[in-house]
């Protein structure tokens, strides 16, 4: 790339220029960069697929800075349009495919995106709401047969595969993502180009050592920061292949793709690791070809852990990260990972716990966590008390509860507004879940606040049993002695409430405000 616009002060850098780049020599241009769930593409067929829609996007008007909704299942679309559009100058926000209309109102509105690409399947949820919207000029159909609208095929069939990068600067916005919406309306995360190279150079790189020889899955899909860096920008920045489905990451689907798909890196939740656990369908040992696991989204319980360790003899990296940083920024390493600890900071980053006031917590005691890296966004689009509430000047709120060990180790203790004062002593939802999730009858727990008789609160937990459990009283009483022989007492559910599933964000986050009624 040119080292400066001749135009301008700032070192031209294009993210999308920079990760087709590096798969261009002729090593690496025909190796495989995505098999999905009509076929397989190479690096070289990538890059042509890219540069047609950076050229639909110009055709259609769209300059640089303005903002495309991409609504779009996880298929050679996604790359293929976040790729353009970001190598075009044009702005991709990404959209979770699991909303309703209204939804999807506010966030076209809030946006204000000139263009939405959206799948065929999807298009039903966005017609009732797309002709009052004040912002939107086009919409193109992925997958589609023409009669919805404008369709991508064709005008991709009829673009050049010959496109030349916005000469943008490594600061400048480069695409957007929205918070999971726990705690308010959804909020527009901004990214720079520059942020997303670096998640893979730091994380990818130096904590999982991935190689162009990497096969990788992702559950988390590519609409989710999680997902992105994992099935997007790491596999890209080393050249190796990812597998992308659009079927929704059920222990049936996940179980096929580990067997017939064979990747050595997965990247999922610890909702999908226990119910792969649970499932009759669990792959064997020998039925696989995994060299390492990660988890985030979710803190990982240490007897799912060690339970998928002992079974795949393969270790699950945990790891924390956020919207607003991109992906994950502090974590175990692969060789010495410790279940039950989300680890230390990931390289390029820093961690700092406070108290209320802001001050310094000593080892051992709780504090919020705050992260201070290369990867922190711009700030919030349009919410700048918001803005300024989060980003503290190189230091990024994670509104996340740890503790530091004595040993250096952070150990999470749950959201800022999930602790629990039992007593006037803080109790950690997340040790009180990983202590019911050790029941052998427990697929998954979520424990939330609730008051008692006197209005003083205690523990609640929500549970998820096993097929073969019978939920009832006589189950209940067995999961409190069984996490009163291993918490202090005082920290023990002293309500138990069996669900047949818990409530979910689109990105697998559980929904602990529903459960708090």
């Avoid at 890059?47 to 298929?75: H, Q, S, Y």
């Avoid at 109102?105 to 995106?113: H, K």
């Avoid at 916005?173 to 309306?185: H, I």
Wanted: charged content about 25%.
């Amino acid at each position: 790339m040119a080292p400066s616009d001749s135009q301008t002060a700032f070192p031209v850098y294009n993210a999308a220029e920079d990760l087709l780049a590096r798969n261009r020599p002729p090593e690496r241009r025909e190796r495989t960069a995505y098999v999905d769930d009509v076929g397989a593409y190479s690096y070289a067929e990538l890059e042509a697929r890219a540069n047609r829609f950076a050229n639909v996007l110009k055709g259609l008007g769209l300059e640089r800075e303005d903002r495309l909704a991409l609504c779009l299942f996880d298929g050679v679309d996604w790359p293929t349009a976040f790729l353009g559009a970001v190598k075009a100058g044009v702005v991709p926000v990404a959209i979770s495919t699991m909303l309703t209309p209204s939804d999807y109102d506010y966030l076209l509105r809030d946006s204000r995106a000139k263009a939405l690409v959206v799948a065929g399947a999807l298009l039903p949820q966005f017609a009732p709401i797309l002709d009052g919207q004040p912002h939107l000029r086009r919409v193109l159909v992925a997958g589609g047969d023409g009669s919805e609208g404008p369709s991508l095929g064709p005008l991709m069939a009829a673009a050049s595969d010959r496109f030349e990068a916005a000469r943008t600067c490594a600061d400048e916005p480069g695409f957007w993502q929205y918070s999971s919406g726990t705690s308010g309306p959804p909020k527009g995360v901004v990214h720079a180009h520059g942020a997303l190279l670096k998640t893979a150079e730091l994380f990818a790189g130096q904590v999982l050592g991935l190689t162009q020889d990497d096969v990788v899955y992702s559950a988390a899909r590519l609409f989710f920061g999680y997902g992105m860096g994992n099935a997007l920008t790491f596999p890209l920045a080393f050249g190796a292949a990812a597998i992308l489905s659009a079927e929704r990451p059920t222990p049936a689907s996940a179980a096929r793709i580990l067997k017939e798909r064979r990747p050595t890196v997965f990247f999922g939740v610890p909702t999908l690791y226990a119910s792969l656990l649970a499932s009759e369908q669990l792959p064997a040992r020998e039925e696989v070809a995994l060299r390492l696991c990660v988890s985030a989204g979710e803190t990982l319980p240490a007897e799912i852990g060690r339970r998928w360790s002992e079974h795949f003899g393969v270790e699950i990296v945990e790891g924390i990260g956020s919207t607003e940083m991109l992906h994950i920024f502090l974590c175990n390493r692969p060789g010495a990972v410790r279940y039950g600890v989300t680890g230390r900071p990931a390289p390029g980053y820093e961690v700092r716990l406070v108290d209320e006031a802001g001050g310094p917590v000593a080892r051992g005691e709780i504090g919020e966590l705050h992260v201070k890296g290369p990867t922190s966004a711009i700030g919030y689009w349009a919410k700048l008390d918001k803005t300024r509430e989060t980003f503290l000047g190189p230091w990024t709120r994670s509104a996340d509860k740890f503790v530091e060990t004595e040993e250096g180790d952070f150990i999470f203790c749950g959201r800022s507004d999930d602790m629990l004062k039992v007593g006037g002593i803080y109790v950690a939802p997340a040790e009180v879940e990983a202590a019911v999730m050790t029941h052998p009858a427990v697929i998954e727990a979520a424990v939330v606040g609730r008051a008692d008789e006197a209005g003083l609160i205690k523990p609640q937990a929500f549970v998820v049993a096993r097929e073969t459990a019978s939920p009832g009283p006589a189950l209940a009483a067995d999961i409190q002695r069984h996490v009163k022989a291993r918490l202090a007492p005082y920290k023990y559910p002293r309500w138990i409430e069996f669900l047949p599933e818990l409530p979910k964000t689109p990105t697998g986050k559980i929904k602990r405000f529903m459960l708090r009624g």
